[in-house]
């Protein structure tokens, strides 16, 4: 057979192939260049962010075990149908949870496991909601007998709170649970459509219990939304039990893994010891006792950690986009300023580099962050269990207003760093699509985030009223109050921001909350609301609230932030290189905030207008300082390929070459003639040859 590729043919593409090498460049090329001219080694930092070496080696040694699994393939994520996803997260979800109970991976090792699989399934809120909630809301008894046959899976638990009519607003829920002394049990009931319970992940084919929110009625008094364990289906066929209606609620934005289901009670009858009465109680005869006053709010515990893991989460996620786009960014060419000239990386054009750096500012700040906001959660879990639960206040205030502000960074920051890749950002095999559709549902889940930062809002104008109306002082993170009413921090003999110290801009934030505060208190006064915190006066001034919940959030982020580099320094835990970029970094993320909205900032007179200019001045300066040192400071938040699972992000730089290997598994490939094209496409392409044909037989 004669060759389809002779000489003849190699000749002629042979100078044209030599023009296009002349400004060729491979990627991998432009990727190892980038880390042999950054200013430090990631290493240390790796470890820092990883927690220390041990943790940064546990989650080496799991990838490696991990995609061995069958469980573990990532190959074919990106084609699996709704039904095939949710039965490999199953699948794998099972699989660490035997490895765990039989010891041959520890509970931490089996966290890394779940972490790098990335495909939440139906186990998720019986591992994060439904036994936490037990261990804290219920008596010794009724964790003995809820605890045992949940970890070892003999049945399996969701969290039954959100309903088709009321998600944030708790108080309003219209599921009920009344008592009746004779029989000693308590009826469940769905007595309107919008009662139904929609979202809990698990419940839709998987859970055989609930943790129930249900309006508590006893002798027909309203005692408000109380939890309560519920069997939901028969533990011989997993059918559901006699007046329980449930399902799946159908395909959403993204977790295609989880099946988020649907529940509704048809006059069900429960124990009266299924009520969880570690801090409420229903005595046998009927008679309430609420929670004692200085634990009012302790039912309030589950949710606020959840709060917490996610402020603690939002940076893992914004790490996995940033180092997909930084990366891609440092290896993409577009555009050469003359004819046979190279074309430029676009990590080098100002407009990606103020995106990108900007998120990698926060990114930073968040995950210093996350791990202080998780050391307050524990603390307070420590007091809590002494019966003090004074910090509950301050925890639920800075954990309402981090969740809002981290996971707004967050999910607008996946897509900024999906729209930063270009075209190729697009699809699927970027790994970015996926990721911004499983994490953006954060900013409504475990509270709407306006919601929230109306909460942290009434925190901190309660604050505000009692330093100016009481002589009081403010406490938590709210100090800042009391040393800025007596002592503002004025910049005007600093018109120059490269002068500013972390302690001016620190001030800068904070004047800027408190500025909305008096304004707030102001205006509310005006409105007829000196007092009150509710009401259609303060539904109607909304907007100023939450941007001073925002503001205060972001001066939390920036104030850890910055102790975390004291920290680092002091420690000596990375090298003055790195401690150089982490200020810089630092400075990017507060000089970002105030030139961002920098009008607002010179209306709350904390700058003026000639400060504003000379900030961004300096914002662009640091950008192109951190330019050398991006993809090192990605890299060293060592996300290993196999969890990034994406062409964009491989840590060689491999891109092109890895969008067409992963493009080779789409179901369309399979053939080489398409699905279509006997019963479609052939009719219409040999419509002559058809028409010949029929002639001929004519």
């Known amino acids: 057979m004669e060759a389809r590729v002779g000489e003849l043919e190699l000749e002629l593409q042979r100078c044209s192939t030599r023009e296009v090498m002349q400004t060729h460049v491979e990627p991998k090329e432009d990727l190892a260049k980038e880390r042999s001219k950054a200013r ?41 149908s709704r039904e095939e996803a949710y039965v490999r997260a199953l699948e794998g979800a099972l699989s660490i949870w035997k490895m765990m109970q039989e010891k041959q991976v520890s509970v931490d090792d089996a966290l890394v496991f779940r972490e790098l699989l990335d495909l939440p399934g139906g186990l998720e809120l019986h591992i994060g909601m439904f036994m936490p909630t037990i261990v804290g809301q219920g008596t010794e008894e009724q964790v003995k007998k809820w605890i045992k046959p949940s970890m070892s899976l003999s049945i399996i638990g969701t969290y039954a709170q959100t309903e088709l009519g009321h998600g944030t607003y708790v108080r309003g829920l219209e599921t009920t649970a009344t008592y009746d002394p004779r029989r000693r049990m308590f009826l469940i009931h769905t007595p309107t459509t919008s009662a139904t319970k ?45 007046g329980i209606r449930i399902g799946d609620i159908g395909v959403k934005f993204g977790y295609p893994g989880v099946d988020n289901g649907f529940l509704q009670f048809d006059h069900v009858w429960i124990p009266r010891e299924n009520m969880l009465m570690k801090h409420a109680n229903v005595s046998p005869d009927g008679v309430y006792t609420p929670p004692p006053k200085s634990n009012s709010k302790a039912s309030y515990g589950t949710m606020v950690y959840v709060r917490a893991t996610i402020v603690a989460d939002s ?25 046979g000239n190279m074309e430029r990386q676009i990590l080098d054009y100002q407009n990606i580099q103020s995106s990108l750096f900007s998120l990698l500012a926060s990114c930073y700040a968040m995950h210093f962050t996350g791990k202080k906001m998780m050391d307050l959660y524990k603390l307070s879990e420590s007091q809590g269990n002494k019966g003090d639960h004074s910090m509950l206040p301050e925890l639920h205030a800075v954990s309402s207003a981090l969740k809002a502000v981290c996971t707004w960074t967050c999910s607008d920051g996946i897509e900024t760093c999906r729209r930063c890749c270009g075209g190729h950002g697009y699809s699927l095999l970027s790994g970015l699509p996926s990721l911004f559709a499983s994490y953006v549902q954060n900013v409504t889940w475990e509270g709407d985030n306006n919601v929230l930062c109306l909460q942290t809002a009434r925190y901190l104008l309660k604050a505000y009223r009692h330093i100016t109306r009481a002589g009081g002082k403010a406490s938590g993170s709210a100090a800042y109050f009391t040393d800025l009413l007596s002592n503002p921090r004025v910049l005007r003999t600093k018109p120059r921001a490269s002068d ?36 259609p006066c303060w539904d109607g001034y909304t907007v100023t609230l939450i941007q001073m919940a925002r ?34 970094l630092s400075r990017i993320f507060a000089l970002g905030c105030i030139t961002s909205e920098s009008g607002e900032f010179i209306e709350s007179e904390c700058i003026t207008s000639a400060q504003a200019s000379s900030a961004r001045r300096e914002l662009f300066e640091t950008l192109q300082f951190i330019r050398d040192d991006a993809v090192v400071l990605v890299d060293a938040f060592a996300i290993p390929d196999y969890l990034l699972n994406s062409a964009l992000g491989r840590s060689d730089g491999d891109v092109y070459k890895g969008l067409l290997d992963m493009a080779q598994v789409s179901r369309l490939n399979q053939t080489e003639v398409g699905p279509a094209y006997d019963t479609l496409l052939a009719k219409v392409l040999n419509k002559e040859s058809m028409h010949s044909r029929t002639l001929s037989k004519l």
């Open 40 to 80: 430090f080694d990631p290493q240390a930092l790796s470890e820092v962010l990883a927690g220390g070496k041990q943790e940064l080696e546990r989650r080496q040694r799991i990838v490696a075990l991990i995609e061995q699994m069958p469980w573990g393939r990532k190959h074919d994520r990106y084609v699996l």
């Open 198 to 242: 929609w979202w809990p992940g698990g419940l839709g084919k998987t859970s055989t219990h609930c943790i129930l929110m249900a309006r508590l009625f006893v002798e027909g008094k309203d005692h408000g939304p109380h939890a309560f364990v519920v069997q939901l289906r028969s533990l011989e066929d997993h059918r559901p039990l006699p």
């Open 315 to 339: 940076s893992k996620f914004l790490a996995r986009a940033l180092t997909i786009a930084v990366r891609y960014s440092a290896v993409r060419r577009q555009t050469a300023a003359l004819p």
């Open 500 to 535: 500013w110290t972390w302690y001016d801009l620190e001030g800068v934030l904070q004047q800027r909350c408190l500025h909305l505060c008096r304004v707030a208190d102001a205006e509310l006064c005006r409105l007829g609301l000196p007092d009150g915190y509710s009401g």
């Open 551 to 584: 503001t205060h959030g972001i001066t939390i982020l920036y104030s850890n932030f910055i102790a975390a580099i004291k920290d680092l320094e002091e420690r000596r835990a990375v090298t003055q290189a790195t401690l150089v970029t982490l200020w810089k």
